[in-house]
């Protein structure tokens, strides 16, 4: 498929079209807007053959918008996209992979029921006589396996693999292509030390093939073993590009934040007392979940951290009723509940606030005021439940007035605000409820930096008014940042119940992995 | 019930931030107002009997059953849920009630027992698909096989008639009906009266109307079908809340056999054959989104009249049925096409 440029784009750009070789994909000022959200603003990158190019920057900066950008998901809405030296603009993922740039994406892109060689070749498969041509679509994914070291058989269905397993699929699927430009965005998140080891060879392999390799992870350590160049965005605007060897993990780290770590948190004015508001006891679930025992005080912030897996959702979810538990007590104020259900967890007082917002947090095609008072419809309605349109527009307005929700009425669709707006959304259906005890599940995955700032604001009002605040996040430095105590969890169970004054990112990180037992383990 | 893969559309066009959501309900609303002004119109000029109140009312009643039914679809649709079996459930609750008739029990209690049985039928549905976790499609699948069979089955597929007239009164009677005697001694009609079916068309689309918009069970059933999980984790049983739409969906079902089977003076086991896809046409045709969360009864009901005057008009226009048919059905496709449409961002 040839390039589809306009000629008097070409004019603007000096020399376009006889690039020297190196330069194999580059952006130009190039902005994406969604909804609320600038994502990209001006941004410029630029990738050479043979190169390994990280792209870094905080959740939410705009590393996988870019990609996005780059792979042809999104078109931009201004700036120019250089590839092979020639102006582009794709019109899907499909046209980016047929001109030789593929995409490897975090979230798994395969068809479960189908095999790995059907997968591999998905919506391009040879074809004999008009027929699929099977014997050569076995032969060639096995030929892009070995290269991967991939002990999967072809025919092998793709649901029955592990995870890292189908990752590496997804990795075959792209050598497959044959791509110039392969994006990676966290491929090794869910590899195991050994297969990881066994893809920086291929990535070495392919860089040396001249592909120019985009490459996205949070695990800025292991870069050292194969990345380049390093880009840095923060806050979707470009920060600085600089040789992988001329700068250090700190250096990187400082220019991804962009400010001392102190100034993201807000200070705390709560302080948790001895009263104990929750309090858990051997909670179970198969042999996978627990036992898991925690106690949480009035006014305190607990940090639930771990790897993803490690039962921190399982929990919360176990306590408010929305997965069923084997054994455990729960107990609020010495009384003992009984929690069958989400309904009855909410009539005691507890809350959890989904890390899946648009999944289970919010009905994003209603209002926001219908939002609000979806927990607490009783409020305001009468006796024989018919809703009191004025009581439920005056709790929707004194809502969106005290967490400074940004929504033109109380009558815009969910699903038009930004997400920042949508999580405040989300936690004003649990203040209206009035809740004792609240479970953040990954309050700012996804959010801007300043929504962040006012989430953690708003989490250590809470507390200071003397609700329980259990907080589950991925991102240390906010569990760091926000919590009094931290409980750790690995593989179900809590591995340790850490004082935040006096550990450190290392020693969660650690016991998180199982790697060493702590020293502070009380349970 | 959630679709991912819209969700994860490039937003590569944007609406405005400033767009109203009522405004754009508005819009929907009149497009098929517009096109159901459109068909009058144009009726009005190929037939001269089309445009007067003695067709609007048999328009109104030849309606009735499709409202009824589209009503009970429209809350089905809007959790999320589709129901076929309603066209079934009627034939089996006219075919009971007419047995009760038969069999000594006084026409009233009798009727009550034909919409107990079509409210019977629902709470199974809803059974199957909220407990048992059945697609609603297969369970309400089963349940027009079952249905349909049960009728044909207690009736030996024959029609049951010699109901009298009382029970005849339903179907046909009217309020505010006025004779005068003339003077050649034979009754004359000086007003037709409104018939009781398009009565209680009338009085259901407004209590439904109201349950939804403004009670918290209605609120409820628009929560779950825009997202069911988000209501179950904010306290909405929404078991309960599925059940009541399909007993809801049957009991309504029931009602039609009666006053269907009850107009007819006959019933039938095999009446209402495919009833429920005209149901679900009008929801359709009136903006109800299959994907859940979208709908309302004023939608439903022009959705209703639109099929309800092309018939009617097509039938006077001299058009075949065959060609009703093609026509109808191209008419659900574009009116659905239009909403995609408005609903692409």
Known sequence: ?523 | MSHPVAARRPPSTFEPMSMNQRRKDLVQKFAALGSLLVLMIVFSITSQAFFSVGNGMTVALQVTSIAYLGIGATCVIITGGIDLSVGSILALSGVVAALAVKAGVPVPPAMLLGLLTGAACGLVNGFFIARLRLPPFIATLGMMLVARGLALQITDAKAIGGLGDSFAELGNGALWRVVKVGADGFPDVVFRGIPYPVLVMVVLAIAVSIMLNRTTLGRHIYAVGSNAEAARLSGVNVARVTMFVYVLSGALAGLTGCVLMSRLVTAQPSEGVMYELDAIAAAVIGGTSLSGGIGSISGTGIGAFVIGILRNGLNMAGVSSFIQQIIIGLVILLTVWVDRLRNRR
């Open chain 1, 1 to 523: 498929m040839s390039a589809i440029s306009s000629p008097s784009l070409l004019e603007h750009i000096p020399g376009a079209g006889t690039q020297p070789d190196s330069e194999l994909l580059s952006l130009h000022d190039v902005t994406m807007v969604f909804p609320g959200v600038v994502a990209l603003d001006a941004v410029g990158f630029s990738l050479r053959r043979g190169e390994v190019h990280a792209v870094c920057g905080e959740n939410g900066a705009g590393k996988s918008t870019l990609m996005k950008v780059l792979s042809g998901q999104y078109q931009p809405a201004s700036g120019t996209i250089l590839y092979k030296g020639r102006p582009r603009r794709f019109a899907s993922s499909l046209e980016a992979q047929r001109d030789g740039i593929a995409m490897i994406h975090q979230e798994l892109n395969l068809v479960p029921h189908l095999t790995v060689a059907e997968n591999v070749y998905l919506a391009r498969e040879p074809r004999l006589w008009g027929f699929i041509d099977k014997a050569r679509m076995q032969r060639d994914s096995q030929r892009c396996l070995d290269r991967l070291g991939l002990a999967v058989r072809p025919d092998a269905i793709v649901g029955q693999l592990s995870v890292a397993q189908q990752q590496m699929v997804e990795i075959a699927k792209a050598l497959s292509l044959n791509a110039e430009v392969l994006i990676m965005d966290e491929p090794t998140s869910s590899l195991t030390d050994a297969e990881t080891a066994q893809l920086f060879k291929v990535i070495r392999e392919l860089r040396q093939a001249g592909v120019g390799i985009i490459y996205i992870s949070h695990r800025l350590d292991e870069m050292a073993q194969i990345v380049d160049r390093v880009t840095v965005l923060r806050d979707g605007r470009y920060i600085c590009t600089e040789r992988f060897a001329d700068t250090s993990v700190d250096e990187i780290v400082s220019h991804m934040v962009g400010r001392a770590l102190k100034d993201k948190f807000p200070p705390r004015s709560s302080v948790p007392c001895d009263e104990i508001l929750l309090s858990v006891q051997g909670l179970a679930r198969g042999s996978r979940l627990g036992p898991v025992s925690f106690e949480l005080r009035r006014g305190e912030i607990l940090g639930f951290a771990g790897l993803m897996g490690a039962g921190r959702t399982e929990v919360a979810r176990a306590i408010f009723g929305a997965d069923p538990v084997d054994a455990g007590v729960l107990r609020m104020g010495g009384a003992a509940l009984a929690i069958r259900s989400p309904v009855d967890a909410i009539t005691h007082g507890i809350a959890y606030l989904s890390e899946d917002r648009k999944g289970q947090g919010l009905a994003v095609n209603m209002s926001v005021a219908q939002n609000i008072t979806m927990a607490r419809m009783s409020a305001v309605s009468n006796r024989c439940g018919f809703i009191r349109p004025a009581a439920e527009q005056a709790v929707a307005q004194r809502f969106i007035a005290e967490l400074d929700i940004r929504t033109p009425s109380a009558q815009q669709v969910a699903r038009l605000l930004s997400g920042g707006n949508q999580q405040k959304v989300a936690i004003a259906k649990w203040l209206f409820r009035e809740s004792r005890v609240i479970f953040f599940d990954e309050p700012t995955r996804g959010i801007d930096v300043g929504a962040k700032f006012a989430i953690y604001q708003l989490m250590d009002a809470l507390a200071a008014q003397g609700i329980g605040v259990v907080m589950i996040s991925s991102e240390l430095p906010e569990i760091l940042g926000m919590t009094d105590r931290i409980a750790v969890f690995h593989e179900g169970r809590i591995a340790a119940m850490l004082d935040t004054r006096s550990t450190t990112q290392e020693e969660v990180m650690h016991v998180a992995s199982g790697r060493r037992p702590a020293a502070a383990v009380h349970l």
